[in-house]
């Protein structure tokens, strides 16, 4: 059987392993051990981690919104609107 490359992992792994990075390179800055230029590169890399996972996120929430609707996805609600409902 042939490995996945990285390209056809599934996307919860890799929002996982994106979020593992994020939380990593947190811990390091925090630190405060990082040059300036250091500090810099990490702050960039931490964004397309934190964009990479939020897109994650947004395409588990569509995969749910179809799994529950599949006829009318767009009527569902955002899990937003659906924790302020009484």
């Given at each position: 059987m042939a490995k996945k490359t990285p390209?056809?992992?599934s996307p919860v792994a890799d929002f996982e392993q994106s979020l593992d990075a994020l939380e990593s390179l947190v811990e390091k800055m925090e630190q405060g051990q990082m040059s300036l230029e250091d500090s810099l590169a990490a702050y960039e890399r931490g964004v397309g981690l934190y964009r990479h996972c939020q897109q994650a996120l947004e395409q588990a929430?569509?995969?749910?919104?179809?799994?529950?609707?599949?006829?009318?996805?767009?009527?569902s609600t955002a899990f937003d609107d659906a924790a302020d409902a009484p």
């Open positions: 390209a056809e992992a929430e569509l995969r749910v919104r179809l799994l529950t609707d599949a006829a009318q996805p767009e009527q």
